[in-house]
Nanobody, 123 residues
Framework: QVQLVQSGGGLVQAGGSLRLSCAAS????????MAWFRQAPGKEREFVAA????????YYADLVKDRCTISRDNARDTVNLQMNSLKLEDTAVYYC????????????????WGQGTQVTVSS
């Protein structure tokens, strides 16, 4: 399994932007589909975005579509989530996650998780 270490996040005003990064170590990052999930207080963890192991397909939740971009660099073993036009309801702890080969939107399918990073959007 890969080990995932997240960076980025923090406090931003509504309408602002943030970039989250996730660095992987371990085996063969390029064989892992990568995803971002988020969890707000009192809510279940929800899918945000995902990218295929080759990086040629991306997937987004309707709530963030057109505001977020997921990307990966298999040479540097990193995956990023660029978030623009942030809204108050984007406030949550964000997690990157990895699973072998194929993308799903179900967090239960992911075996490796980052430590989580807080994103707080203020008015």
């Amino acid at each position: 399994q890969v080990q995932l270490v997240q960076s980025g996040g923090g406090l931003v005003q509504a309408g602002g932007s943030l970039r989250l990064s996730c660095a992987a170590s371990g085996r063969t990052f390029s064989t892992y589909a990568m995803a971002w999930f988020r969890q707000a207080p009192g809510k279940e963890r929800e899918f945000v975005a995902a990218i295929s192991w080759r990086g040629d397909s991306t997937y987004y939740a309707d709530l963030v579509k057109d505001r977020c971009t997921i990307s990966r660099d298999n040479a540097r073993d990193t995956v990023n989530l660029q978030m623009n036009s942030l809204k108050l309801e984007d406030t949550a702890v964000y997690y990157c996650a990895a699973r072998r080969w194929y993308v799903t939107r179900n967090p239960a399918d992911f075996a490796s998780w980052g430590q989580g990073t807080q994103v707080t959007v203020s008015s």
